[in-house]
């Protein structure tokens, strides 16, 4: 078993909108000019040489004007390519310049016709741009994601605006156009996602004939935590709420320390006094209010309000049904109940509507009964829709697979060295020595304390989407390593090709803190080599079923032919910290997390947890109440760097990075300029990139005609060997957490993602990235009638045993 992922809408939309006739005029532009350039470099040095010899003297100053016309590329005055010049000059000289001239008037013509071939094919090009868009594929994915662009489009289809958009909106639609095309996001409707199966034998790729698609619509935890919240505040439901201890309650040095709520989760403490000891015990024998003596009752809210206690929800958090809960947690005849249950079902039955009207409608309704239940809240978007694929998307052969598997197992091995989490893990151990010593043993709360009254380990522990690897002998490891597998060279297609059997063996000499992770996920493409079939790495994530458990949760809302799931010996959270993206089955131990609601009896607490340092592995262990090893991951899909703060510190100290390689993460290239792509065996595990300077990307000048600067782009593109297609990232100088930071799809044959880019393009600050495209969104298997589409695979490679 795999995942699938396969882009919404077909290739062939995107190539409807490439402006083939304009740039069959450029290519002939860039042709000739190049051959202009050439010749007049070579005629220009043959006719120093005449002009060197004797030579009648009234010719001598129109001979110099024609080779410096020559030089310069330019058509050369009418006298001074006379035939009394001409007739000075060897034969074929003078023909060769002759032909020349020509060549040049040829490229005045092609750029006086380029403006005319442009303006037309806009216009038929927008035309197609508004059948690609009127598509309910496309309508249903945009008005999820960008409801105000989506309201601009139907004014246009529907006829309330009978003209064209304008300039900007017809930009923003030719990338959602192209976003739907030619990317795979996880996280909205213009992505089908679904299962492959393994066979065997049998082809490498065998794409179904069709495309089943379903699609799911669930409440944002976030929303259903308001709503719960409004319900436990309202007076007579109040004394219904369930209380319940904060897990991470730990008694220590005369005061109970805990982690607080919010988003910061402070490290908050109140002294371990006689009664307040004797608070935590009574509702710890009696969690519903209603049964405590009014003394008691005073004190739960003093402790509620500082987070010692928690209100515990009526639902847990990977219910699938967290609604239907709710409800059946109200007294009978409540008539929130009622108002739940509406609200449920619609729900529940948005996706089965097609008319983009009734679904805007229905969006808003939903809105409605969200805010007729918590009034005071503010819940933005309530719902998300997720398209799914069920049956099987695509089968492929194992055994032509095989070796493909094999290399991601070195690259697995290689992502020990690249750990961005590996720095702040000795950074902890060498601070755990200083303080405890090699056979000390913490409980991890107390540990957790003194690490942030740690100043100097304030600013490694920050999140950031890649920690620096710094100073010292692991970036000396991680740079050596570079040169070692770089050392070869590009090979004359421009690639950079290791074998896996060198990264082996360089593994094995790595100290013994450099573990790869046992388990990782793979998303790629697939590619045809040579040799057989071949993967393009997208993001590498850690393993353990992580983006296959989400997967699974969705499907098994609409069908009952759904894999089953291995289980792994790790520990998590299974809180949803707000977002469906964290919604899966379980995959290894539960960690009983404060402010989250899991009905797993055997969780683990955070007070059970303690810490220790393990000399073989010369890192830091966390140990349970047996001193049995535990292992804590992150296995949702929500951004690492978004997780509470704790929770973030066991992942990154304790387990294995969420991310093992970040998409478009530089791979021992430079910092600037081109970086060649790099295979490991059939792996490519980073594609060819430029980074630039915001400042150096051609942008429109002002008084710069269109044409024209089609033209200037086209030969930027050139010069730079940069391929017409590729995908641009734009990192901001301020901060990389923007929305320009995701690539942008740019195809330069269609007008409308070339000029959509030079929009996007930052200020002289920022860097731009551009990185090829590759495979080619073209190569993408064909699904029968729903035809070529981009399609990205999730191979899971798990080692059979702990590395030695």
């Not at 219904?240 to 908050?268: C, K, M």
């Not at 080619?776 to 399609?791: A, F, H, I, K, N």
Request: aromatic residues 6%.
């Amino acid at each position: 078993m795999f995942g699938v992922r396969v882009a919404g809408m077909p290739v062939g939309d995107l190539e409807a909108l490439r402006f083939t006739r304009t740039w069959s005029v450029v290519d002939e532009w860039l042709e000739t000019s190049a051959a202009v350039a050439s010749e007049g470099e070579a005629l220009s040095e043959e006719l120093h040489e005449v002009i060197g010899e004797n030579v009648r003297p009234e010719l001598k100053a129109l001979l110099v004007a024609l080779r410096r016309a020559l030089f310069r590329g330019r058509l050369p005055q009418p006298r001074t390519r006379s035939e009394e010049v001409l007739g000075a000059l060897p034969n074929d000289l003078a023909q060769r310049v002759t032909a020349w001239s020509r060549r040049v008037e040829r490229r005045e013509a092609l750029r006086a016709e380029l403006p005319g071939v442009l303006a037309a094919e806009r216009e038929e090009k927008t035309a197609r741009l508004r059948e690609i868009v009127a598509a309910d594929a496309f309508r249903h994915g945009l008005a999820q994601s960008s409801p105000v662009l989506s309201a601009e489009l139907d004014k246009w289809l529907t006829g309330r605006s009978r003209a064209v958009p304008g300039r900007q909106t017809l930009l923003r639609l030719a990338r959602y156009v192209a976003r739907a095309v030619a990317k795979t996001s996880p996280y909205a409707t213009f992505t089908a996602a679904g299962f492959g199966r393994w066979t065997e034998h049998g082809p490498a790729v065998e794409p179904a004939r069709s495309l089943v698609r379903r699609s799911v619509a669930e409440l944002h935890p976030f929303v259903s935590e308001r709503i719960w919240r409004a319900l436990a505040d309202r007076p007579e439901l109040r004394e219904q709420v369930r209380l319940r201890v904060n897990p991470s309650a730990l008694e220590d040095e005369g005061r109970i320390w805990f982690l607080g709520p919010g988003p910061g989760e402070p490290i908050s403490s109140v002294p371990a006094t006689n009664a307040v000891r004797a608070v935590l015990e009574a509702v710890r024998a009696c969690p519903r209010p209603a049964r405590l003596g009014d003394d008691v009752r005073q004190a739960v809210a003093v402790l509620l309000e500082a987070g010692l206690l928690e209100r515990r929800r009526a639902y847990a958090e990977q219910s699938g049904d967290p609604l239907g809960e709710l409800a059946g947690w109200l007294p009978a005849g409540h008539s929130a109940a009622e108002a739940l249950r509406r609200l449920d079902e619609a729900v529940a039955t948005y996706p089965a509507l097609t008319c983009p009207a009734e679904r805007a409608h229905r969006s808003r309704q939903i809105g409605e009964q969200v805010r007729s239940l918590c009034p005071e809240e503010e819940v933005g978007t309530p719902s998300l829709e997720t398209a799914l694929l069920s049956g099987v998307v695509t089968r492929c052969g194992r055994e032509r697979w095989q070796p493909v598997l094999d290399d991601l197992g070195a690259v697995r091995e290689l992502l020990g060295l690249l750990d961005t989490d590996l720095p702040v893990r000795l950074a902890v151990a060498a601070f755990f020595l200083r303080r405890h010593g090699r056979s000390g043993s913490v409980p991890f709360l107390r540990f957790y304390r003194q690490v942030h009254q740690e100043a100097g380990l304030g600013a490694l522990l920050r999140p950031s989407p890649a920690r620096s690897p710094g100073q010292g002998p692991l970036a000396d490891l991680r740079h050596q390593t570079w040169r070692t597998l770089r050392a070869a060279g590009e090979d004359p297609a421009g690639v950079i090709r290791v074998d896996p059997e060198l990264v082996r063996k360089l593994a094995a000499g790595w100290p013994p803190y450099v573990r790869p992770p046992r388990s990782i996920g793979c998303y790629g493409q697939a590619i045809v080599t040579p040799q057989g079939p071949g993967l393009v790495v997208n993001t590498i994530a850690c393993g353990y079923g992580r983006g296959l458990g989400r997967l699974h949760h969705l499907l098994t809302q609409v069908t009952d032919e759904v894999p089953a799931l291995d289980r792994h010996g790790v520990a998590e959270s299974l809180g949803a910290f707000g977002t469906s993206l964290n919604l899966r089955p379980p995959a290894g131990r539960a960690i009983d997390y404060p402010f989250t609601t899991d009905d797993d009896p055997d969780a683990l607490t955070l007070t059970e947890l303690r810490v220790g340092y393990d000399v073989e592995r010369e890192l830091l262990v966390l140990r349970d109440a047996d001193d049995c090893p535990v292992r804590p991951m992150h296995l949702g899909l929500l951004t690492p760097f978004l997780l509470p703060p704790a929770y973030a510190f066991l992942v990154c100290v304790f387990g294995e990075p969420p991310v093992a390689l970040p998409p478009g993460r530089l791979l021992g290239g430079a910092s600037r300029g081109r970086s060649p792509r790099l295979d490991v065996g059939r792996v490519t595990l980073s594609r060819a990139r430029w980074r630039l300077p915001a400042g150096d990307v051609p942008t429109p000048g002002k008084g710069e005609s269109e044409a024209a600067y089609v033209l200037r782009f086209a030969r930027w593109l050139a010069e730079h060997g940069i391929p017409r297609r590729f995908f641009a990232r734009v990192v901001s100088a301020e901060s990389s957490f923007t929305k320009a930071r995701k690539p942008l799809y740019v195809d330069a044959a269609n007008y409308f993602l070339l000029f959509d880019l030079a929009r996007a393009v930052g200020g002289p600050g920022d860097l731009v990235v551009l990185e090829e495209a590759l495979p080619d969104p073209t190569d993408g298997p064909c699904y029968g009638d729903d035809g070529s589409r981009v399609t990205e695979y999730l191979f899971q490679i798990t080692a059979a045993a702990e590395h030695p």
